[in-house]
């Protein structure tokens, strides 16, 4: 029997809970091992919860849990830095495996967690802290643990690409589209850790860090949202054979790691065009085993249960063995800043409609090195759209261009850059 201890009963922890006690008998059937949620930490005990636990099963004091001789594994479902932190670091030092999906901490104090659990000799497992109920970190850990990963590429949040999907099938403004989100429950009443990019962003770190042995913190991944991206900018990409994707890419070159999150054109014959509504899909590149693809949920109570429920296993088999799985040593590779990336850029411009500007406006791209793959002209009287896709630029050229065209007297208006991605 190994008894299990759940700080936090919400979404998470109760879909969890019902799952072990469902699945208990089965589970035990193939491993031998008898999962039993013996306590649960709340903050609220006299809330209503759909899990079928005795009333002194809960508790308002998780340390109190967390130091039980009779707690043999601690998940963690409560998020956000303290007092999770705190009470992993405790789980961990006292010998019991953890198993968490809170991405904030991992990507935030990774390392710290990561050393605990090796002086611990035990394990800290977060599957469910990246793609929900895609297996995402098993993979990068186990399966591929001997390939050269040279870049993780994917759709990490479901309310974004929810977004993109209903805007792009449907030729909705972005305001609309969240509203509907919102009321679906794909968004939260404040949305901004997703459209913002800081929910992919903290996953995008935990990736790097995995699949590189790298150490990669949240602050070191760049960001930006979709809030700007229009229909305007999503007909011109289909247009061109492209779809709008918020996407986090992790790259190694073998001497320094970039990280980034932020809308992207992706061809539309990519694996990635066709990820829709909330589902999430990440695209492994290996020196190797080439391409991969990982798709599934990568949200809700199911699914991230479902991931917690099989690293628990993974920690309970490995703790009646008497062995552990850690890291190993992870490496201070540079970072790469987002000016010194390199990338395909589209760019829309609105200028005078008078002979001379077409020209003036190539000379600014040719000065700062940015070569122009192709150009549309659109005419509306006085004023003519321009839309650019460049060849591969670097970030840091590219925003010099941008600079300067702002300059240009015969520049109205500049509207989204969007990064490009596969030829």
């Given at each position: 029997?190994?008894r299990?201890g759940?700080?936090?009963c919400?979404?998470?922890?109760g879909?969890l809970?019902?799952?072990?006690?469902?699945?208990a008998?089965r589970i035990?059937?193939?491993?031998?091992?008898?999962?039993?949620?013996s306590?649960?930490a709340?903050?609220n005990?006299?809330?209503?919860?759909?899990?079928n636990?005795p009333?002194?099963s809960?508790?308002?004091?998780?340390?109190?849990?967390v130091?039980?001789?009779?707690?043999?594994?601690?998940?963690?479902t409560?998020?956000?830095?303290?007092?999770a932190?705190?009470?992993?670091i405790?789980?961990?030092?006292?010998?019991?495996?953890?198993?968490?999906?809170n991405?904030e901490l991992?990507?935030?104090?990774g390392q710290?967690?990561?050393?605990?659990?090796?002086?611990?000799?035990?394990d800290?497992?977060f599957?469910?802290?990246?793609?929900g109920g895609?297996?995402?970190?098993?993979?990068l850990?186990e399966?591929?643990?001997g390939?050269?990963?040279t870049?993780?590429?994917g759709?990490?949040?479901?309310?974004?690409?929810?977004?993109?999907?209903?805007?792009?099938?449907?030729?909705?403004?972005?305001?609309d589209v969240l509203?509907e989100?919102?009321k679906l429950?794909?968004?939260e009443a404040?949305p901004?850790?997703?459209v913002?990019g800081?929910?992919?962003a903290?996953?995008a770190a935990?990736?790097a860090?995995?699949a590189?042995g790298?150490k990669?913190?949240?602050?070191?991944?760049?960001?930006?949202?979709?809030?700007?991206?229009s229909?305007a900018?999503?007909?011109a990409?289909s247009?061109?054979?492209?779809v709008?994707?918020?996407?986090?890419?992790?790259?190694?070159?073998?001497?320094?790691?970039?990280?980034?999150?932020?809308?992207?054109?992706?061809?539309?014959?990519?694996?990635?065009?066709?990820v829709?509504?909330?589902f999430?899909?990440?695209?492994?590149?290996?020196?190797e085993v080439?391409?991969?693809m990982?798709?599934?949920?990568?949200?809700?109570?199911?699914?991230t249960?479902?991931?917690?429920?099989?690293?628990?296993i993974?920690a309970?088999r490995n703790?009646?063995?008497?062995?552990?799985s850690?890291l190993?040593?992870?490496s201070?590779?540079?970072?790469?800043?987002i000016d010194e990336?390199?990338?395909?850029?589209y760019?829309?411009?609105?200028?005078e409609d008078?002979?001379g500007?077409?020209?003036?406006?190539?000379?600014?791209f040719g000065?700062?090195e940015?070569s122009?793959r192709?150009m549309?002209?659109q005419?509306?009287?006085?004023?003519?759209h321009?839309?650019?896709?460049?060849?591969?630029?670097r970030?840091s050229d590219?925003?010099s261009?941008?600079?300067e065209?702002?300059?240009?007297?015969?520049v109205?208006?500049?509207g989204a850059?969007?990064?490009?991605?596969?030829e």
């Open positions: 029997v190994l299990i759940v700080l936090g919400g979404t998470v922890g879909a809970i019902r799952l072990i006690q469902s699945d008998d035990a059937a193939r491993t031998g091992i008898f999962l039993e949620v306590k649960v709340v903050r005990l006299s809330a209503d919860r759909d899990v636990l009333p002194d809960f508790t308002r004091d998780p340390a109190s849990l130091n039980s001789p009779d707690i043999d594994l601690v998940v963690e409560i998020g956000g830095i303290e007092p932190r705190q009470l992993v405790d789980s961990l030092k006292s010998g019991k495996p953890v198993v968490t999906a991405k991992v990507a935030n104090v710290e967690l990561f050393e605990a659990a090796s002086t611990g000799g035990v800290l497992f599957e469910a802290a990246v793609g895609i297996p995402l970190i098993r993979v850990r399966s591929l643990a390939e050269r990963i870049r993780v590429m759709i990490v949040n479901g309310t974004t690409n929810f977004i993109l999907t209903k805007m792009t099938e449907e030729g909705a403004e972005y305001a509203i989100a919102q429950g794909f968004a404040d901004a850790a997703d913002e800081s929910d992919a903290a996953k935990i990736m860090t995995i590189f790298a990669v913190v949240a602050g070191d991944v760049y960001q930006e949202g979709i809030s700007h991206i229909p900018d999503i007909a990409a247009h061109m054979g492209h709008i994707k918020l996407l986090a890419i992790a790259e190694f070159d073998g001497q320094e790691v970039a990280v980034r999150v932020h809308p992207t054109m992706v061809p539309e014959h990519h694996p990635l065009a066709a829709r509504e909330s999430n899909a990440v695209f492994l590149e290996g020196s080439g391409d991969l990982l798709y599934g949920r990568g949200a809700g109570g199911g699914p249960a479902s991931a917690i429920l099989g690293d628990v993974s309970a703790l009646q063995q008497g062995v552990s850690d190993g040593t992870l201070e590779f540079a970072i790469r800043p990336t390199a990338s395909a850029f760019l829309q411009l609105d200028v008078q002979p500007v077409l020209a003036a406006v190539a000379s600014v000065e700062h940015v122009i192709s549309e002209q005419g509306h009287g006085a004023t003519a321009l839309v650019f896709i460049t060849h591969k630029a970030e590219v925003q261009t941008l600079r065209l702002r300059d240009l007297k015969e109205r208006d500049i850059l969007i990064r490009v991605i596969g």
